[in-house]
């Protein structure tokens, strides 16, 4: 009896230990893991700030002629921040950009348009079926947010379904119809709503991904994702469309 119990204490011990030792290996683990992350985001930061003082010269002349349409997508909460967004936009400017999206799901940047051009003095509101606007002086700026999406795919169903009623009324035809991604591509033009594809789309926030942007208009957009607002960076910026500008595009446009 005492034997048994001994070796359930024995037992016992071990597991501890081992669990102790997996906990431990855990932490260290985690700890190198931070360390290298770290190490990271203070070479990207002092990467950003030597891009910034020009001392990276490959950073200096950018070829924007592949960057014709930008848009920037801002996490709605992080939108509020209309300071951070005319300076990031005045950092386009310089850089001469001319055409530029803003973003966000909940349309808080539309809200701002009034104090954002305000500020930019040199900037002007893009509205669909605008023309003539890749070589002028002045920066073009849309304001869009989600609903606009919801908007233009309604509308363009409706379109196409009473395109295709009418139709079926004519012919006598009654059979499903299937409607294909150039038949909506078509009707999103048709009602104005389609809007130019933009060449590069960077993202500002925690998230990952383009936050509902239209999806029709970016099958051959570039996403990049920048990090939070609040931590962008003027040489994160010009690294971004720089590295754009030097890639080779073998598909879509």
Same mark, same amino acid.
């Given at each position: 009896?005492?034997?048994?119990?001994?070796?359930?204490?024995?037992?016992?011990?071990?597991?501890?230990?081992?669990?102790?030792?997996?906990?431990?290996?855990?932490?260290?683990?985690?700890?190198?893991?931070?360390?290298?992350?770290?190490?990271?985001?203070?070479?990207?930061?002092?990467?950003?700030?030597?891009?910034s003082? =020009? @001392? +990276? #010269?490959?950073? !200096?002349?950018?070829? /924007?002629? &592949? *960057? $014709?349409?930008?848009?920037?997508?801002?996490?709605?909460?992080?939108?509020?921040?209309?300071?951070?967004?005319?300076?990031?936009?005045?950092?386009?400017?310089?850089?001469?950009?001319?055409?530029?999206?803003?973003?966000?799901?909940? =349309? @808080? +940047? #539309?809200?701002? !348009?009034?104090?954002? /051009?305000? &500020? *930019? $003095?040199?900037?002007?509101?893009?509205?669909?079926?605008?023309?003539?606007?890749?070589?002028?002086?002045?920066?073009?700026?849309?304001?869009?947010?989600?609903?606009?999406?919801?908007?233009?795919?309604?509308?363009?169903?409706?379109?196409?379904?009473? #395109?295709?009623? !009418?139709?079926?009324? /004519?012919?006598?035809?009654?059979?499903?119809?299937?409607?294909?991604?150039?038949?909506?591509?078509?009707?999103?033009?048709?009602?104005?709503?389609?809007?130019?594809?933009?060449?590069?789309?960077?993202?500002?926030?925690?998230?990952?991904?383009?936050?509902?942007?239209?999806?029709?208009?970016?099958?051959y957009?570039?996403?990049?994702?920048?990090?939070?607002?609040?931590?962008?960076?003027?040489?994160?910026?010009?690294?971004a469309i720089?590295?754009?500008?030097?890639?080779r595009?073998?598909?879509?446009?």
């Amino acid at each position: 009896m005492d034997f048994q119990m001994e070796m359930q204490r024995v037992s016992f011990c071990a597991a501890q230990i081992g669990n102790l030792g997996l906990v431990l290996l855990w932490h260290i683990l985690h700890l190198f893991v931070s360390i290298w992350y770290f190490l990271l985001d203070l070479a990207f930061v002092f990467e950003s700030y030597l891009i910034s003082g =020009g @001392v +990276l #010269k490959n950073y !200096k002349a950018l070829d /924007l002629g &592949k *960057l $014709k349409y930008l848009a920037i997508v801002i996490e709605s909460e992080e939108a509020y921040q209309t300071s951070k967004v005319i300076e990031l936009l005045q950092w386009l400017e310089a850089i001469g950009v001319k055409r530029v999206c803003l973003y966000d799901t909940e =349309g @808080v +940047l #539309k809200k701002s !348009k009034g104090a954002i /051009l305000n &500020k *930019l $003095k040199n900037a002007t509101e893009f509205e669909d079926g605008d023309e003539g606007l890749v070589d002028q002086k002045r920066m073009a700026l849309e304001f869009s947010s989600f609903s606009d999406g919801k908007e233009a795919v309604t509308k363009a169903a409706n379109l196409l379904f009473a #395109k295709y009623l !009418k139709l079926a009324n /004519l012919v006598g035809d009654h059979e499903e119809k299937i409607f294909t991604e150039p038949n909506m591509d078509e009707a999103l033009k048709a009602i104005g709503c389609r809007g130019p594809d933009p060449d590069l789309l960077l993202v500002y926030g925690p998230a990952r991904c383009h936050l509902g942007f239209p999806a029709w208009r970016i099958r051959y957009t570039e996403i990049i994702h920048m990090g939070e607002l609040k931590w962008m960076k003027y040489g994160s910026l010009i690294k971004a469309i720089y590295r754009f500008t030097t890639v080779r595009q073998n598909y879509g446009k």
